[in-house]
């Protein structure tokens, strides 16, 4: 059973940086998953922020282009969300998702965890 786990999230002025991180377990081959960052404030849906796909490429959301970098460190079976210069608008809940499919931003991933807290203040 594949289960995610987010931390790293908290509180932070505009302009400040924080790392995410997501532990994955119940892996077969790590290789295999898309994995995906979300973010979602309550009323909205759920919004793709950065993503790395099966054989690697990554892509970003044009709002965290040159500010927010994904990366996985897949020894530890953890995949990151490195984010600076952030802005309140980015106030949301973060959440990591997994899949065998390729769904980039599409938000019909198999498995997810169960989200960090980011605030930023003004």
């Known amino acids: 059973q594949v289960q995610l786990a987010e931390s790293g999230g908290g509180s932070v002025q505009a302009g400040g940086s924080l790392t995410l991180s997501c532990t994955a377990s119940g892996f077969t081959d790590w290789n295999t998953y898309c994995m995906t960052w979300f973010r979602q404030v309550p009323g909205k849906e759920r919004e793709g922020v950065a993503t790395?796909?099966?054989?690697?490429?990554?892509m970003y959301a044009d709002s965290v282009k040159g500010r927010f970098t994904i990366s996985q460190d897949k020894a530890k079976n953890t995949l990151y969300l490195q984010m600076d210069s952030l802005k309140p608008e980015e106030t949301a809940m973060y959440y990591c998702?997994?899949?065998?499919?390729?769904?980039?931003?599409?938000?019909?991933?198999?498995?997810w965890g169960r989200g960090t807290q980011v605030t930023v203040s003004s």
């Open positions: 790395i796909a099966i054989y690697g490429r990554t």
């Open positions: 998702a997994a899949d065998r499919i390729d769904w980039w931003f599409v938000a019909k991933y198999n498995y």
